[in-house]
Every structure is written in structure tokens, then in C-alpha cells.
């Protein structure tokens, strides 16, 4: 099967800092790698599909990019809001997977 | 307004069954691909399953091919899934999502959750 291989598994920042989250795949799958922000006890939220597209709403802060069959999703200046776990997922090929997820925490 | 609200969650014995339901608005019901997601207590997101808009197309992960069974009832609006052979490995949050599909070149994300049923398998 597809493997997502997400890192760090956390990470402490600071408000303002840029921050940068990795997925690695285990195969091409065309690009279609999606980006979920969750906070505790919440649902998670759509931010970025197809690599880089920005879902409607979320702030321009946020940025998804490609490299071979590495993916990263940016955020340019970490804002209070954006302290929550981060989430890939790959739909290009069934089963769809997530990566492990990213634990953003303020340093 | 959007919405997919789950509901059938509660305690099993391993073995044993439960059925989940996630009622949707009538934009997703009749549009939208439909997917079950699931979250084990602190930890991170399992995909599980999906069924097309059309519903025909259905697809499974490893870990429930064969035990888990997703369907839908357009009368009601109501996507099921429905979880035989229960194991303690199953406890976790299961969520209903939804997204519009692919229109053109461009396929979308899960881009509407519900709010999730638990589920707890334990004698």
C-alpha cells in the first residue's frame, strides 16, 4: 500500500516564526496531496488540496508545495490560531492514507 | 447550510457489530463522495472508506476490508457503515466527510466533517 511518511512528528515555534511540514510518499500518485489542520477536540479542517490550492477561506499564510514525492505545507508567519496537529493526505490512489500528523506547539 | 451528522455510536463487545449512520444535507447526499475517517484516542487519522456520489463506486482500507460495509439510502439521505468482527483496535472517534469529487482537472479534499460517533469495543 501507499505510504505517507509525515515529519517532524512535532515541533515548538514561536508566533511569527515559519514553520515547515514535510510528507514524504512511497510512490507518484499525481499530485493529490491534501493539508488538515485539527485542534483538540475539534474536527479537522481542509487547508490545501491538490498540492498547493488553497481551500476557501483559509489565510494566505498557509502554502503547499512539491518536490518529487516530497510534499510541504508552510506556514509563513505562525500565528496564536495556528498552534494545532497538521495532517497529508494522499487521495491519488486507494486506500487513501494520512500521514502521521504534526504537533505544532508554541516554544 | 452543509452538514453530515453522525449518529449509532456506543459500546460493543469484540466480535460484535454496530452500525453507524450520517444523516447529510441534500447537497451531499446527492453530489458529494462520502467517506468514514476514524481517530483512535490520541492518535491520528485513519482513513476507512468511501462510496461515490452515485454511490456504485465503494472502496475499503486493508485494516476493514471485509469486516466493515458502507451503503447508503437515498430515501433518508443517510450513508451507513456497518462494523462486524469488532476488535479493541477499533475504539476510536468515526467520522462521516464528505467531498464534491472531481470536477475538471481538479479533485478536492474532505472538505465537510461531521462531528464524529465514538465507538468503544470492550468486553
Known amino acids: 500500500d501507499f505510504q505517507m511518511t509525515q515529519f517532524p512528528s512535532s515541533l515548538s515555534a514561536s508566533v511569527g516564526d515559519r514553520v515547515t511540514i514535510t510528507c514524504r510518499a512511497s510512490?507518484?500518485?499525481?499530485?493529490?496531496l491534501a493539508w488538515y489542520q485539527q485542534k483538540p477536540g475539534k474536527v479537522p479542517k481542509l487547508l490545501i488540496y491538490?498540492?498547493?490550492i488553497l481551500e476557501s477561506g483559509v489565510p494566505s499564510r498557509f502554502s503547499g508545495s512539491a518536490s518529487g514525492t516530497d510534499f510541504t505545507l508552510t506556514i509563513s508567519s505562525l500565528q496564536s490560531d495556528d498552534f494545532a496537529t497538521y495532517y497529508c493526505q494522499q487521495y491519488g490512489n486507494y486506500p487513501w492514507t494520512f500521514g502521521q500528523g504534526t504537533k505544532v506547539e508554541i516554544k | 447550510e452543509v452538514q453530515l451528522l453522525e449518529s449509532g455510536g456506543g459500546l460493543a463487545q469484540p466480535g460484535g457489530s454496530l452500525r453507524l449512520s450520517c444523516t447529510a444535507s441534500?447537497?451531499?447526499?446527492?453530489?458529494?463522495?462520502k467517506h468514514w475517517v476514524r481517530q483512535a484516542p490520541g492518535k491520528g487519522l485513519e482513513w476507512l472508506s468511501s462510496v461515490g456520489g452515485g454511490g456504485a463506486a465503494t472502496a475499503y482500507a486493508d485494516s476493514v476490508k471485509g469486516r466493515f460495509t458502507v451503503s447508503r439510502d437515498s430515501s433518508h439521505r443517510t450513508l451507513y457503515l456497518q462494523m462486524n468482527s469488532l476488535r479493541a483496535e477499533d475504539t476510536a472517534l468515526y467520522y462521516c466527510a464528505a467531498r464534491r469529487g472531481c470536477s475538471g482537472a481538479i479533485c478536492y479534499g474532505l472538505e465537510y466533517w461531521g462531528q464524529g460517533a465514538l465507538v468503544t469495543v470492550s468486553s
Open positions: 491538490k498540492t498547493s
Open positions: 441534500e447537497l451531499i447526499f446527492a453530489t458529494y463522495d
Open positions: 510512490q507518484g500518485f499525481g499530485g493529490w
